[in-house]
């Protein structure tokens, strides 16, 4: 609950390259949080400048009965 802080969670590759980027770039303080746990992790990234944008969602999968809201590692699972 601080004024102008952003905090980042990546839950895969892709995700840590743009939010990092992204992170570093934002003129606000931003914590990247990344968990030793996924540092095993396989996954593609994107090639050249990707960036995520901070503070939009990024929507998995849209249903239309239940809404399930995770970050993290636990995306996966979720």
């Known amino acids: 609950n601080t004024p102008g802080l952003k905090v980042v969670v990546p839950s895969n590759p892709a995700d840590a390259k743009g939010l990092l980027k992204s992170a570093i770039r934002d003129d606000d303080p931003v914590i990247f949080m990344e968990s030793e746990q996924m540092y095993g992790d396989k996954g593609e990234v994107p090639e050249g400048e990707y960036l ?27």
Not at 66 to 78: P, Q
């Open 52 to 78: 995520i944008p901070i503070g939009v969602a990024d929507i998995k999968r849209k249903g239309d009965d239940v809404t399930i809201v995770s970050f993290g590692k636990i995306i996966k699972e979720a």
